[in-house]
């Protein structure tokens, strides 16, 4: 039945991405809705799994391996002001609105607490396939939504530590934090001192294909280090794939990892954040997702927004940078998981954020192409 579901996946997602960009859109809108349809929530045709589940997975560490594979990382050092601005912007307005709107759900002020910090995560998988398909990811705007969503994720998972220890989570913040440190201090060392030597060691073995699974390897074992000590895996891929974009071995190992990863796990990636969703018995808590999407979207647009109002871009390069990070994705589903087992969060509350982080990642494609398309119009009307 897997094999069925994996061949219905992937003609469907070819077929409604193409779709979407007939009807001027980014692919991936179309992808994320034929997931819509295709789950429970409409045909059936396709459910949950835990094969599945892993497949989108490594979708996602591909992605974002990919991302960092075409970063640039001397203009990606030149866009820590510009990030850290837009990083800290797109948590603060989040953390407040969701910490306010918490009390006037009749939540306590701990459970407040972690309502903003879950609003504030952000998770930039969707982004950076809108980005590449706008020619925007080499940008300063692509780094600069790059860079801020490391440090978003970093810090609202600090934060999130400190909360739980508060709260009385099983958690020691010191512990936390060291193990964060020592992942990006390794990390960096690998990268800079081990990664080159290894991929020229292993491309001397006697099989086939040795450039491509020295890469792939790099990228699973960096990800799985980065889950491991509280940083998400994509955050390790995209460190990864940074490793090898300064070496010679970059344009290869691109064009191989990309056709492996878009022919099918990618878009099983996208597909599946689609059929994960289920409207069953939503229908009492319309206002409350309302209320929440509304939260959502605009603290997040704002915030950010603004963060990069600040650093000098324009205001419709801003806008665009604060809609991508508006997508709160996988990095937020594990937050509320943590929440609806920790008791912070109440089983209506989880399932309406559940759908609220599904619509932010529905919306971040159009509205990143409203903003930048609209910029780069001005742009070409002020060159003529």
Same mark, same amino acid.
């Not at 892993?54 to 820590?80: N, P, R």
């Not at 290869?252 to 289920?278: L, Q, R």
């Not at 087992?341 to 609220?356: C, S």
């Given at each position: ?38 789950? @429970? ?5 396709? !459910? ?74 952000? +998770?930039? =998988? ?6 590449? &398909? ?6 300063? &705007? ?40 020592? *992942? ?18 292993? &491309? ?17 074992? *960096? ?25 010679? *071995? ?10 492996? =990863? ?16 289920? *409207? ?12 929440? !999407?509304?939260?959502?979207?605009? !603290? ?17 390069? +801003?806008?665009?940078?604060? +809609? ?35 619509? !932010?990642?529905?919306?971040?494609? @159009? ?13 070409? =009307?002020?060159?003529?």
């Amino acid at each position: 039945m897997l094999i069925l579901q994996l061949a219905i996946i992937l003609i469907a997602s070819k077929v409604a991405g193409s779709l979407s960009v007939r009807f001027g859109q980014p692919s991936v809108l179309g992808k994320l809705l034929v997931g819509i349809i295709l789950g @429970p929530s409409v045909l059936g045709l396709v !459910t949950e799994s835990a094969t599945l589940t892993e497949l989108s997975t490594i979708g996602v560490i591909l992605l974002m391996f990919i991302a960092g594979l075409e970063t640039d990382l001397q203009d990606f050092k030149k866009s820590g002001i510009a990030a850290t601005l837009v990083g800290f912007g797109g948590i603060i307005l989040p953390l407040v609105g969701g910490y306010f709107i918490g009390g006037m759900f009749g939540l306590n002020s701990f459970e407040s607490w972690f309502l903003g910090l879950l609003l504030s995560a952000t +998770s930039v =998988s969707i982004s950076v396939q809108a980005l590449k &398909e706008l020619n925007q990811l080499q940008t300063r &705007e692509g780094m600069t939504i790059m860079g801020a969503a490391v440090i978003d994720d970093v810090v609202v998972i600090i934060a999130l530590a400190f909360l739980m220890s508060f709260a009385g989570g099983d958690v020691n913040l010191t512990t936390m934090i060291l193990k964060k440190v020592l *992942f990006f201090a390794g990390a960096i060392l690998v990268g800079w001192k081990i990664v080159p030597v290894f991929m020229r060691r292993f &491309e001397s073995l006697k099989v086939s294909q040795t450039v491509i699974t020295a890469a792939l390897i790099i990228c699973f074992v *960096f990800a799985y280090l980065a889950e491991y000590t509280g940083v998400a895996a994509i955050i390790g891929a995209y460190i990864a794939g940074i490793a090898i974009s300064v070496t010679n *071995f970059k344009d290869e190992v691109h064009d191989k990892v990309e056709t492996i =990863s878009y022919s099918i796990f990618v878009p099983i990636f996208f597909t599946s954040i689609g059929v994960s969703a289920d *409207f069953g018995g939503l229908k009492g808590h319309l206002w409350m997702i309302t209320v929440l !999407t509304i939260l959502a979207v605009l !603290t997040k647009l704002v915030g950010a927004g603004l963060g990069a109002k600040l650093s000098g871009f324009g205001w419709n390069s +801003s806008l665009g940078i604060g +809609s991508a990070m508006v997508s709160r994705g996988e990095v937020a589903l594990i937050i509320a998981a943590i929440g609806l087992n920790t008791k912070l969060l109440a089983q209506d509350l989880f399932a309406a954020l559940v759908v609220v982080i599904l619509i !932010t990642t529905i919306v971040t494609p @159009p509205m990143m192409k409203i903003f930048f398309n609209r910029g780069d119009k001005k742009a070409g =009307s002020a060159t003529v």
